[in-house]
């Protein structure tokens, strides 16, 4: 039984190539091309919106409803060490 060898990781998979002479280089490069031509592309589907969804703030504390649990202060101690700063 052979032992198997781990999958290059793609950095590493790109330094043995740039050793490659020019045209072996060229020759993977143009393989590769040819392998990402192959695969079948599947169109992304369009985020769907949920009728049930609420437009405003006070439509999504109705739709959440009351808080249960006993988590509440780390809930919130979460979110604001996740926050992020506001662009524009």
């Known amino acids: 039984m ?3 060898t781990p999958t290059p990781t793609l950095t590493e998979a790109l330094a043995v190539a ?11 490069i143009a393989l590769i091309a040819q392998n990402i031509a ?3 592309v599947t169109p ?12 405003t703030a006070a439509g999504l504390l109705a739709f959440a409803g009351s808080w249960e ?7 919130i101690a979460e979110v604001y060490a996740t926050r992020q700063p506001v662009e524009g």
């Open 38 to 40: 192959a695969e079948p």
């Open 69 to 75: 649990g006993c988590d509440l202060p780390e809930r």
């Open 18 to 28: 740039l050793r490659l002479p020019l045209r072996e280089r060229a020759r993977l």
């Open 44 to 55: 992304a589907t369009p985020p769907t919106v949920s009728s049930d969804a609420p437009g």
């Open 2 to 4: 052979t032992a198997m």
